[in-house]
């Protein structure tokens, strides 16, 4: 058994990442192995070995598979810009063909639970006019979505499944991750998403002290995926 997702977020900023550890962990304590990609980082530092990205750090973290560094996180960049600026700043060429072999590298891997994490929203644009949203769509990848619960997070929620099911892809489930616990009527933005999104909510994780992987794991139910 094999399964992939594209971890997708409603914005920047609102944990895909900690939603991606957290994920691998779970499936990890279910015996799945695990691999991790997250093709285009920026916000880098650099390090003797090269530019390391704390995201794609986390993600290598809970690969039980032998993954390298630059396997996991192929363009690495230093600014924390939108990754086609940071590109182009660099002189690298971004597009969706450039990303699609090294992705297609880990999904290869045949690692039971594989998630590929994107950078920013859904439309995150790339270089050569396209966006980092062609990626899943070329390997049909179903999707994840993060979203970050706060105040117009349900326009950005169903705009971003709107967009989606437009692109021919299968939202697989979605995390309430909720970044402003002083969200007004909480618990009634939390029922209208789950009524308005067409796929089972893997869990709703509170603000945290200690974000962990193991942590945000708690808080997650990956046999809702149809694994």
């Given at each position: 058994m094999?399964?992939?997702?594209?971890i997708?977020?409603?914005?920047?900023?609102?944990?895909?990442?900690?939603i991606?550890?957290?994920l691998?962990?779970a499936?990890?304590?279910q015996?799945?192995?695990?691999a991790?990609c997250k093709?285009v980082?920026?916000?880098?530092?650099?390090?003797a070995?090269?530019?390391r990205?704390?995201?794609a750090?986390?993600?290598?973290?809970?690969?039980?598979?032998?993954?390298?560094?630059?396997?996991?996180n192929?363009?690495a960049?230093a600014?924390?810009?939108?990754?086609h600026?940071?590109?182009?700043?660099a002189?690298?060429?971004l597009?969706?063909?450039v990303?699609l072999?090294?992705?297609?590298?880990?999904?290869?891997q045949?690692a039971?639970?594989?998630?590929?994490?994107?950078?920013g929203g859904?439309r995150?644009?790339?270089?050569?006019g396209g966006?980092?949203?062609?990626l899943?769509?070329?390997?049909?990848?179903?999707v994840?979505l993060?979203?970050g619960?706060?105040?117009?997070?349900?326009?950005?929620a169903v705009?971003t499944?709107?967009?989606?099911?437009?692109?021919?892809?299968?939202l697989?489930g979605?995390?309430?991750?909720?970044?402003d616990p002083?969200t007004?009527?909480?618990?009634?933005n939390?029922a209208t998403?789950?009524?308005l999104l067409a796929?089972?909510c893997?869990?709703q994780?509170?603000?945290l002290a200690n974000?962990s992987?193991e942590?945000?794991?708690?808080?997650?139910?990956?046999?809702?995926l149809?694994?």
């Amino acid at each position: 058994m094999t399964a992939a997702f594209f971890i997708a977020g409603t914005d920047t900023e609102v944990g895909k990442t900690t939603i991606a550890a957290g994920l691998l962990c779970a499936a990890r304590r279910q015996g799945l192995s695990t691999a991790a990609c997250k093709p285009v980082a920026s916000g880098s530092e650099a390090t003797a070995e090269g530019f390391r990205n704390s995201d794609a750090l986390a993600l290598l973290g809970q690969c039980s598979l032998p993954l390298s560094y630059a396997e996991v996180n192929p363009f690495a960049f230093a600014p924390a810009i939108a990754p086609h600026l940071a590109a182009c700043e660099a002189g690298v060429e971004l597009s969706a063909a450039v990303l699609l072999a090294p992705v297609r590298h880990v999904l290869n891997q045949g690692a039971d639970f594989t998630v590929v994490e994107g950078a920013g929203g859904w439309r995150v644009p790339l270089g050569d006019g396209g966006y980092l949203s062609d990626l899943p769509v070329a390997l049909g990848l179903p999707v994840i979505l993060v979203v970050g619960v706060r105040l117009g997070c349900i326009n950005h929620a169903v705009l971003t499944a709107e967009a989606i099911a437009r692109d021919g892809l299968r939202l697989a489930g979605w995390v309430a991750n909720i970044v402003d616990p002083a969200t007004s009527r909480l618990n009634d933005n939390l029922a209208t998403l789950t009524a308005l999104l067409a796929a089972p909510c893997l869990g709703q994780v509170p603000r945290l002290a200690n974000a962990s992987a193991e942590n945000v794991a708690d808080q997650l139910h990956v046999a809702r995926l149809a694994l």
